[in-house]
Nanobody, 129 residues
Framework: VQLQASGGGLVQPGGSLRLPCEAS????????LAWFRQAPGKEREFVVA???????????YYADSVKGRFTFSRDNAKNTVYLQMNSLKPEDTAVYYC????????????????????WGQGTLVTVSS
């Protein structure tokens, strides 16, 4: 599957952005999907992941640093996932990447980069006044 992230930009502290990640080539309804981010000079870190659960639902897991501010969603009809980011802080500044895993994704591995076999190109989010 190919992933295309977009929606990044400059936003003031306290503001909001929504990042879409459009998938092509395969239907992502059965994929594990995630967002990671990489700040300048730092390693790529886990933000949120969603995995199919019991066949018809999904479970979503957030990093503590974004819990209550960021929301992951899927639109399987559009083959697109979204990251809604509210109450943004300067420390949220980073390049944001969407990622997908075609096989099963277990909870203990959701933050492990090597679990994901497809990555988008990244979109830069800058939070600054």
């Amino acid at each position: 599957v190919q992933l295309q992230a977009s929606g990044g930009g400059l936003v003031q502290p306290g503001g909001s952005l929504r990042l879409p990640c459009e998938a092509s080539g395969r239907t992502i309804s059965n994929y594990g999907l995630a967002w990671f981010r990489q700040a300048p000079g730092k390693e790529r870190e886990f933000v949120v992941a969603s995995r199919p659960y019991l066949g018809s639902t999904y479970r979503t897991y957030y990093a503590d640093s974004v819990k209550g501010r960021f929301t992951f969603s899927r639109d399987n009809a559009k083959n697109t996932v979204y990251l809604q980011m509210n109450s943004l802080k300067p420390e949220d500044t980073a390049v944001y990447y969407c990622a997908a895993r075609s096989g099963s994704l277990i909870q203990s591995a959701i933050g492990d980069l090597v679990q994901y076999d497809s990555w988008g190109q990244g979109t830069l989010v800058t939070v600054s006044s």
